[in-house]
């Protein structure tokens, strides 16, 4: 699957180093920039006020993307979606470590 | 095309009222959502379940649609002309965009109509996602590695096809799973003087054959043998940057744990790289081995049961 490297597409990763603009979240999320001010107020995200502005970390964007998902397609209020993502992260994590354990 | 019997896939009667669908879509959103669900071909089924549900909980979708009477589904089905004069219909379909070529048929040019695809100019062309299977190496050391994708986009006729894609990409060092990568431009372009869009790819790691991801650590069972925990020793372990020679301290046991600092996903920070002891007996198959396990039962009073009160 290795290939020459000179033809390669450059990508960046979108990590907790890089920061989101509001618009950048939401364009990303193909969504108003008041749904996700919306998620920030419910919980569903976390943000920062840098000068008036809210910033999010490069890993919101995963979140985000998620939350939007399940609330257009489960109708789920937003409370319900900031519960849900909670659950589902400490679900994958029990996981992780059931998987771990296993002889 | 093949008919499809929409009520079926909801497991209403075809009297059901608004409430009974949306009480059904709700139940079956949640049963198959692929974010959610354990279910096999859960994508298959709430694309199924979410086109079905767009016909029946809109009155004038679904009065159109009982015109066309029942029928076997799958059954080989055109529909008759004009089957929709005196219906209007109104409103786009959901986020996921991508409905079978029975939906299509009925449905697909009016739910165009309003919107008049034609007219609405973008600023920028829409970002998409993907996601991955990576081997660890690609993490481990960077390098490109090929993909083929399957990307959505309108063909001439303004339809909603998939297109395969092959990319030859540049994997970051140290990149997570969950992580995504962002492509600058390679989103789509809705025409040649319209900024594309980004490629987002999340990365999801194969199995490794020897180590055990979690985050950014890595974990590797060891296995020694019972004198090389009990008096100690220096082993020659696998690691990410190579074999090294890892001190296993006297009075090791099973599952007990070495820490390796630094040593896992180099990522910023760089993950940790544990090596979990696993404690292998050596077979007692030959004369010499027997008698040397009766040495050690008669040299080492142990009864591993002892907590149990046995």
């Known amino acids: 699957m290795a290939n020459s490297d000179q033809y390669a597409l450059q990508g960046s990763i979108l990590d907790d180093s890089v920061e989101l603009t509001l618009q950048d979240l939401s364009r990303m999320c193909a969504v108003e920039e008041s749904l996700i001010v919306e998620f920030v107020e419910e919980g569903v995200l976390s943000a920062v006020r840098v000068s008036q502005q809210l910033h999010f970390s490069g890993g919101a964007l995963r979140r985000a993307r998620l939350a939007v998902r399940l609330r257009r397609d489960l109708e ?4 319900g979606v900031a519960l849900a993502l909670d659950l589902m992260e400490e679900l994958e994590q029990l996981r992780r470590e059931l998987r771990m354990s296993r002889p | 095309m093949e008919f499809k019997d929409y009520y079926k896939v909801m497991g209403v009667a075809r009297d059901a009222t608004e409430a009974q669908i949306k009480q059904a879509y709700r139940k079956l959103a949640r049963k198959y959502h692929p974010d959610v669900s354990k279910e096999k ?7 199924d379940v979410g086109e079905a549900y767009e016909v029946l909980k809109n009155p004038e979708k679904r009065a159109a649609y009982d015109q066309l009477g029942q029928h076997r589904p799958g059954e080989e089905f055109r529909p008759p002309p004009n089957w929709d004069s ?4 109104s409103g786009a379909g959901p986020g996921n ?21 034609g007219a609405f100019r973008p600023d920028r062309g829409e970002d998409h996602h993907a996601k991955v299977s990576l081997d660890l190496e690609a993490s481990l050391n960077g390098g490109s590695r090929s993909f083929s994708l399957s990307m959505p986009e309108f063909d001439a006729e303004g339809r909603l096809t998939a297109r395969e894609r092959v990319l030859n990409v540049q994997i970051p060092k140290g990149v997570l799973a969950g992580q995504q990568i962002r492509l600058a431009g390679q989103g789509a372009r809705p025409a040649p003087d319209i900024p594309p869009g980004d490629l987002f790819i999340e990365v999801e790691f194969q199995p490794h054959p020897l180590y055990r991801v979690e985050g950014r650590d890595l974990t590797l069972e060891l296995p020694v043998a019972p004198w090389e925990a009990a008096l100690g020793a220096t082993v020659q ?7 090294v020679d890892l001190k296993i301290p006297p009075a090791s046991h099973a599952g007990s744990k070495l820490r390796l600092k630094g040593r896992g996903i180099p990522s910023k920070p760089p993950g940790d790289f544990y090596v979990v002891l696993q404690i292998a007996l050596p077979p007692a198959l030959d004369d010499a081995a027997k008698a040397a396990y009766a040495a050690m039962a008669t040299a080492l ?5 002892a907590g149990l009160g046995v």
């Not at chain 2, 005196?86 to 219909?89: I, L, R, T, V, Y």
């Not at chain 2, 991508?98 to 919107?115: C, K, M, P, V, W």
């Not at chain 2, 372990?237 to 074999?243: A, E, I, M, R, V």
């Open chain 2, 301 to 305: 009073p142990f009864n591993p049961r």
């Open chain 1, 76 to 79: 789920i209020n937003l409370a």
């Open chain 2, 41 to 47: 071909d859960a994508e298959a089924h709430f694309k």
């Open chain 2, 86 to 89: 005196g219906f209007e219909f």
């Open chain 2, 97 to 117: 965009a991508s409905y079978s070529d029975f939906f299509e048929s009925l449905f697909g040019a009016q739910t165009r109509r309003g919107g008049g695809r």
């Open chain 2, 237 to 243: 372990t696998p690691t990410p940057g190579g074999t």
